[in-house]
């Protein structure tokens, strides 16, 4: 059974930092972009980053981009999602998942999906 799990979510303040966590298990993601995606109460899933299951290549959000880092540690199955100078727009759950090939698109209906993780960033 494929599983993606995220953790790290939490409340922080304005300026703050956190640091999400995807865990992957049930199969192989050797070949599969693994993406980070949000969607905030009332708006729509928005894509955050994505990144090659290798590494070698990065995309972000422009919103995200030089405050957001995603990267992955293949000997634990996981990706990360490093999130500096939060502001309160960010808050929303943050959704991984998993896709063989790179789409970017909020709307996109990838392969595999976590069950989201709740980030709030005070004012």
């Known amino acids: 059974q494929v599983q993606l799990v995220e953790s790290g979510g939490g409340l922080v303040q304005a300026g703050g930092s956190l640091r999400l966590s995807c865990s992957a298990s049930?199969?192989?993601?050797?070949?599969?972009?693994m993406y980070w995606l949000r969607q905030a109460p009332g708006k729509e899933r928005e894509f955050v980053a994505t990144?090659?299951?290798?590494?070698?290549?990065?995309y972000y959000a422009p919103s995200m981009t030089g405050r957001f880092t995603i990267s992955r540690d293949n000997a634990k199955n996981t990706v990360y999602l490093q999130m500096n100078s939060l502001k309160p727009e960010d808050t929303a759950i943050y959704y991984c998942?998993?896709?063989?090939?790179?789409?970017?698109?909020?709307?996109?209906?990838?392969?595999?999906w976590g069950q989201g993780t709740q980030v709030t960033v005070s004012s």
């Open positions: 049930g199969r192989t993601f050797s070949n599969y972009w």
């Open positions: 990144i090659t299951w290798t590494g070698d290549s990065t």
């Open positions: 998942a998993a896709h063989p090939r790179l789409v970017i698109g909020g709307s996109y209906e990838y392969d595999y």
